[in-house]
């Protein structure tokens, strides 16, 4: 329990007693301003932006009677895991710092390359086919039926689902302001989520700053490793074998992965310490794996810390039956979905496999790489963070813990485990900065003040404007959707996104499949009037 939850109770102190005796004080000591905090209209928005597309693929996808079996449950968990009559509605923010953070969502994702109004980085080829196909295709949507059995779109598809509706319904020349429009909304609700100053100024400019210059420093690891000034617009978070992207890459590069775990982990930041946090933590993991199959694992190490102090408390409340029901049923649904051709996928190459003296030198190198990975991506801040907290020291150790292990894993031909398990981690490592940052007040020349902390983010802020400055040194080009994902990808299937419907349970939950249109037939249902952006 933390002092926000305690009440006048002689029970309630009790058991804080008990617990910090069962556990160290400082595991589970939160921020007392930010980590107890109630339900409120930026936590609603959240779960609402994040169960849309759930409710989407759910009438879309499903069987009829499915459907409506998991859409009621899913609504049904929402009613009893949050009591509605204790939700704050009130806007946290008045009129002048929202404004400022709805802009500075517009202009974040514009630099991204959602909307095509700047050079999209070229994973937005892959994205803006997807989207494409989701537009021109019925639902579940196939690419080709071989011996009986058909390869369909399966991951990872919820961030395009409500942009794709919008576009069936308007046309497909809508779909690419529609997404931009979705991924702003995403990122301005993020934004909000954080621990930012509430009064206009330069304080909250800076901390908007800080957020979407907030990188590990590739810059350094760059130099050392090549030994000159990096060129633009060349990416520097890949100067090593391992990559902690900063969370403007996410955004520009893989927004369909970063939003749903930046808002996962800003709500779980919020409210962990919270007494209602159980049944409302069921439910934000119930809606995460439509978005990426990734949410759940980045999410595990706080979640594990979560249930630490669950069993902790001696007078602890149940779950919630409802939520932690709908919550095993969604996610076992999304599993079996997931999961489908999932060995398909394959990993990074293993470490070299030499004999005697090259093996040798070749664990050495690897070894001096990781160590210095390590100390420029995360290592310098957690520690730097860790002299100065009073408070959320279980978060900064599980978020650093992860970091330390991920290196060691490998998933996906680009180590997508790695890129993506870690964002949850580095989200707490900026919120755990941003309340460092504001204890300290305004910069003043004491050496009492954070100035090393400072440093290290300047240092970091390279990336960011490094990977700003591609969108606008790079030629604009416009998405396109004629091609499907397979045209697209030279009529290989990639296994990322395509997989063989050939599990029992999920043909008899699925919608029978439909072959996605042709190029030709695309072409004619975009004219009249319907051109291409």
């Not at 459907?67 to 009559?85: H, M």
Request: net charge positive; aromatic share 12%.
């Amino acid at each position: 329990m933390t002092p926000a939850a305690q009440t006048s109770d002689p029970r309630s102190r009790q058991a804080s007693v008990a617990t910090e005796k069962s556990l160290p004080s400082w595991l589970l000591a939160d921020d007392p301003r930010h980590s107890a905090r109630p339900i409120d209209s930026v936590s609603v928005a959240a779960l609402a932006y994040l169960a849309l597309p759930n409710l989407i693929f759910l009438a879309g996808w499903l069987r009829w009677p499915f459907a409506a079996f998991f859409s009621l449950l899913l609504l049904w968990s929402a009613r009893t895991a949050i009591d509605w009559r204790q939700v704050r509605w009130r806007c946290p923010y008045r009129a002048a710092p929202a404004l400022l953070i709805v802009a500075t969502a517009f202009a974040w994702c514009a630099l991204g390359g959602a909307g095509h109004f700047l050079a999209a980085p070229i994973d937005w080829m892959v994205r803006d086919t997807v989207l494409g196909d989701l537009v021109f295709g019925e639902w579940p949507v196939a690419y080709a039926a071989k011996e009986g059995t058909y390869y369909i779109l399966r991951s990872a598809i919820g961030y395009f689902l409500p942009a794709a509706v919008v576009a069936k319904a308007l046309g497909v020349a809508s779909a690419d302001l529609a997404l931009y429009l979705w991924t702003v909304l995403g990122t301005a609700i993020f934004l909000f989520s954080l621990p930012l100053p509430r009064r206009p100024g330069a304080g909250l400019a800076l901390a908007l700053l800080l957020v979407v210059s907030f990188s590990g420093m590739d810059l350094l690891g760059v130099l050392a490793s090549q030994g000159e000034w990096p060129e633009l617009p060349v990416r520097l978070e890949w100067w090593t074998r391992f990559s902690y992207s900063s969370l403007a890459a996410h955004l520009y590069w893989a927004p369909n992965h970063a939003l749903p775990i930046w808002l996962a982990s800003a709500l779980f930041y919020r409210h962990w310490q919270h007494p209602a946090f159980p049944g409302f933590a069921l439910l934000l993991l119930a809606l995460l794996p439509i978005w990426t199959p990734f949410g759940l694992p980045a999410l595990l190490p706080f979640i594990a810390l979560a249930v630490l102090q669950f069993l902790a408390e001696p007078r602890r409340r149940p779950l919630p039956v409802v939520p932690l029901l709908v919550m095993i049923l969604m996610v076992t649904l999304m599993a079996r979905f997931l999961g489908m051709d999932v060995d398909g996928i394959g990993t990074a190459p293993p470490l070299a496999g030499a004999t005697g003296t090259a093996s040798e030198t070749a664990t050495r190198d690897h070894l001096l790489a990781y160590l210095a990975f390590v100390a420029l991506e995360f290592g310098a801040l957690a520690l730097a963070l860790w002299s100065r907290l009073r408070h959320s020291r279980g978060i900064l150790l599980f978020a650093t813990l992860t970091l330390l292990l991920l290196p060691l894993l490998s998933f996906g031909p680009s180590n997508d485990l790695l890129l993506r398990a870690s964002l949850a981690s580095l989200v707490m490592l900026l919120l755990l900065t941003l309340s460092v940052l504001r204890s300290a007040g305004r910069p003043t020349l004491d050496l009492g003040y954070p100035w090393l902390i400072v440093l290290i983010l300047l240092i970091g802020a390279f990336t960011p404007f490094h990977e700003a400055a591609r969108a606008t040194m790079v030629p604009r080009w416009p998405p396109s959707y004629l091609q499907n994902l397979v045209e697209q990808q030279g009529g290989s299937f990639p296994p990322h996104y395509v997989a063989r419907l050939d599990r029992p349970d999920m043909r008899l939950l699925l919608r029978e499949p439909s072959l996605t249109p042709d190029r030709e037939r695309r072409r004619t249902a975009s004219s009249g009037g319907q051109r291409e952006r």
